[in-house]
C-alpha cells in the first residue's frame, strides 16, 4: 500500500432551504465498514495529532468543521493534504505513517475506522515502521 492509494473522496450532499446532509455508508462512499468513529476537538491550534502508522486499520478523516493539514508518509513519498470542507473525506490505507497539524481554532476532526481500537495494531515509532517496510 502507498500513498497513492490514499484519495480524498467526495461526499454526497443533499442540501435544501433546511441545510445541508452528508451520508456515507459502509463499502459505498469508502472501501471498508465502519467499526469505530472517534472524534478530535478542542485546543488542537499549535498541536500535532496522529504520529503513528497502522498495519491493518483503514480510515476515513473529515474536517467537520475547519481546517487542517494531513502529512502522509509510506516510506518513499510523502504527500500532504489540506482538509478544509464538510463535503470530502481523506481515505488513508494501511501502513502509512501520518500527522495532522496546522489546525484552525476551531477545527473538529471526525475519523471513521474499519476496526475497534487495537494498540497492537499501531506503528508508534517512526524507526519501527520503517524496518517493517525494509527502509532501514
Ligand atoms: P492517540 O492515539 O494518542 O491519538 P492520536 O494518535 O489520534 O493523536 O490517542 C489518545 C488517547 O486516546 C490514548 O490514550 C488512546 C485513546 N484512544 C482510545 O481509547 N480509543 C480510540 O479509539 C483512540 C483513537 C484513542
Redo the contacts with the bound molecule.
Sequence with gaps: MTIEDCKLIKLPEFSDNRGSLCAIENNKEIPFEIK?I?Y?YKNLKDT?????AHKELKQLIIAIKGSFDILLDDGNNKKNFNLNSEKEGLFICPMIWRE?SNFSSDAVCL?L?SD??K?KD?Y?DYDDFLISLNKK
Design positions: 469505530r472517534y478530535l500535532i495529532r496522529g504520529s503513528h495532522l475519523v475506522a475497534l481500537y494498540e499501531y508508534r
